[in-house]
């Protein structure tokens, strides 16, 4: 049994919903030893999130982010607004989401779905770099 843990620093990205799959993928080339197992992404920022989602049509992430921004709208009379006003929503958008995703691993490869992909939901306007664990267990 392996196990294997590293730590990736995004760059920061604009508020949406953002590709990943190939940054996580890229720092991780142990994968290719491993015929089963599965990937541990967590997220260790509290107003950005992940999501696996569809990775075909670019249409899909931007609708995401306008169903979030209905559901947590940054005019809504929220107390904590310390911050500035797109943090209490990012916090909101966070807990709607994921702070973790598993994904499993055969032969080297993660077993994702024909359309699926791995993404960062940048919550805040400017959110800055967000860090990443990625564990991986397998054989």
Request: one cysteine or more; hydrophobic letters at 40%; charged letters at 20%.
């Amino acid at each position: 049994m392996t196990w294997l843990q590293r730590e990736i620093l995004l760059p920061p990205f604009p508020q949406g919903c953002h590709p990943i799959t190939r940054e996580v993928i890229d720092a991780l080339p142990e994968l290719a030893a491993i015929k089963v197992g599965l990937l541990h992404v967590f997220i260790q920022h509290t107003s950005a999130s992940l999501t696996i989602n569809e990775n075909a049509d670019p249409d899909v992430p931007v609708d995401l982010q306008r169903v979030l921004d209905t559901l947590a709208p940054e005019n809504f009379p929220y107390r904590h607004t310390i911050e500035g006003q797109d943090d209490m929503p990012g916090h909101v958008k966070s807990s709607l989401t994921d702070a973790s995703l598993s994904i499993p691993i055969r032969d080297g490869h993660l077993r994702l779905g024909t359309w699926q992909g791995l993404f960062l939901f940048e919550h805040r306007r400017r959110g800055g770099r967000r860090r990443l664990v990625l564990t991986v267990q397998g054989e």
